[in-house]
């Protein structure tokens, strides 16, 4: 089939978790076979993917080392629709010889409008009002917030999203600081960010504390109790507002026991989640009883515009695998021979 003024080999493609209409379609028309339809763990494991050429999926379907070891080297290339990979053995694949492309760039405004949104919310007990009149209560003078302007806010982690977040956040007057051992000091300079060398230095300075790092060894349980501690209570313009933290990024990076205690003995003011260590969150876990604490299930990427998005993009991506291109969005090049 031509496609675009160059010649095409029709792949079967597995789409697991869901997508977008129009990405479905962008594939089909390409001459390429859409199955749609969740996967089981234990089919996984038994090599079900051995009846594909790619495979596209979310955070729900898992890609450890043995299901790639089971698809009988028919599998060319894995799409994560999204950004995180954890779900997926990078370096099994490129074991394999099968490339993982993701779709980084999708979500970003859907993210910092979600995290932006968790901030004015703690601060703006939005969450426990609503609460409170659904329950018959007029809480009016109990609810006094504090303003974001004139806070420092500071941001673990410093790729586009929360560059993003820092664009918006400077905008409504909080200053910006960032830890990310990976970031060259001329960027977080171009976006008058203070760059910290420490991460204690970040949480020590800092009232409002916003996640946006990747979930790893280096990372897991990153924020714990000895750091929230850390954090000042009192902004620098004199108001004691408390500490607020929020994470759109990954469960995991937060030691939500710890989270909770500091809720419970008045370290943090509030917390807000859209990633839990467990997901789905159980009902009654004892976080979401406390009613400095508010979270939405996972999603930070569920706009209309980033699912249009972020299914285009990867089914961009994957194509470019399977027509022998080079993608750039391939996260595990570096590991490929």
């Known amino acids: ?27 089909e028309e390409s001459g390429h076979e859409v199955v749609l339809g969740t996967i089981g763990a ?18 729900a379907t898992k890609i450890p080392a043995a299901v790639i070891e089971a698809t009988s080297d028919r599998v060319r290339v894995i799409g994560r629709a999204g950004v995180g990979v954890d779900n997926i053995d990078i370096e099994a694949a490129a074991q394999s010889g099968v490339p993982v492309v993701n779709a980084p760039r999708a979500s970003t405004q859907s993210v910092v409008e979600l995290t932006i949104g968790h901030l004015l919310s703690s601060l703006r007990h939005i969450p426990r009002s609503d609460r409170g009149l659904r329950n018959g209560q007029w809480e009016k003078k109990a609810m006094k917030g504090t303003e974001l302007s004139g806070k420092n806010l500071g941001l673990i982690g410093f790729g586009r999203i929360a560059q993003g977040v820092g664009t918006v956040a400077q905008a409504l007057g909080m200053d910006i600081h960032t830890y990310d051992p990976y ?26 504390i916003s996640i946006h790092c990747n979930l790893n060894d280096e990372t897991h349980h990153l924020v714990n ?41 008045g ?13 789905p969150v159980p009902a009654d ?15 930070g990427a569920a706009t209309m515009e980033a699912q249009a998005r972020v299914g285009r993009d990867i089914a ?22």
């Open 285 to 299: 876990a004892p976080l979401l009883q406390h009613e400095n604490f508010h979270g939405t299930p996972h999603i």
């Open 316 to 337: 961009l991506a994957v194509m470019a695998v399977l027509d022998g291109k080079k993608c750039e969005t391939t996260v595990n090049a570096h590991l490929l021979d």
């Open 42 to 59: 234990e089919d996984l494991l038994n090599g079900a993917l051995s009846e594909f050429d790619a495979i596209i999926v979310r955070s």
């Open 183 to 208: 970031l060259p000091p001329k960027v977080a300079k171009a976006q008058n960010t203070i760059l910290h060398k420490n991460v204690d230095t970040l949480f020590a300075n800092c009232t409002h």
């Open 225 to 265: 109790a000895k750091r929230l501690a850390m954090m000042p209570g009192r902004s620098n313009d004199g108001i004691d507002c408390g500490n607020h933290i929020v994470n759109c990024a990954r469960g995991g990076i937060i030691d939500e026991s710890a989270l909770l205690e500091a809720l419970e003995t």
């Open 1 to 27: 089939m031509t496609f675009l003024g160059y010649t095409r080999l029709m792949a079967r493609i597995a789409v697991t978790d869901g997508m977008a209409k129009d990405a479905v379609t962008l594939l």
């Open 267 to 279: 370290v943090l003011a509030s917390a807000a989640l859209d990633v839990f260590e467990i997901e």
